[in-house]
């Protein structure tokens, strides 16, 4: 059964950079026709798409976040991680790995790791 799961730090100050890790277990990360993305969720925003990261390793950003975010993949540990810079109180968030299946015109997300609460704070 697959598995992901998040890891980082639950506070980042202002300004600084996050960076969450997310583990794979259970099947490969460059197993064709999956994505890895990452989506956060707050009470203010909702659910909100940050980006993915291929089974090619390609990587497709948020435009709106674009500029301050990074996804790569470490494919010999089976992990992608994503990198947020300058973050502001607005990405204070529980953040999401979610492995997206595509095939043809039919998508879905098939497996998410329980989340990781990151609050920016000072």
């Known amino acids: 059964q697959v598995q992901l799961q998040e890891s980082g730090p639950g506070l980042v100050k202002p300004s600084q950079t996050l960076s969450l890790t997310c583990t794979v277990s259970g099947g490969s990360i460059t197993s064709s026709n999956y994505y890895y993305n990452w989506i956060r969720q707050s009470p203010e925003k909702g659910l909100e798409w940050i980006g993915h990261?291929?089974?090619?390793?390609?990587?497709y950003y948020r435009p709106s976040l674009k500029s301050r975010t990074s996804i790569s993949r470490d494919t010999s540990k089976n992990q992608l991680t994503l990198q947020l810079v300058s973050v502001t109180p607005e990405d204070t968030a529980v953040y999401y790995c979610?492995?997206?299946?595509?095939?043809?015109?039919?998508?879905?997300?098939?497996?998410w790791g329980q989340g990781t609460q990151v609050t920016v704070s000072s």
């Open positions: 990261i291929a089974y090619s390793g390609d990587t």
């Open positions: 979610a492995r997206l299946y595509v095939r043809g015109d039919w998508k879905g997300y098939d497996y």
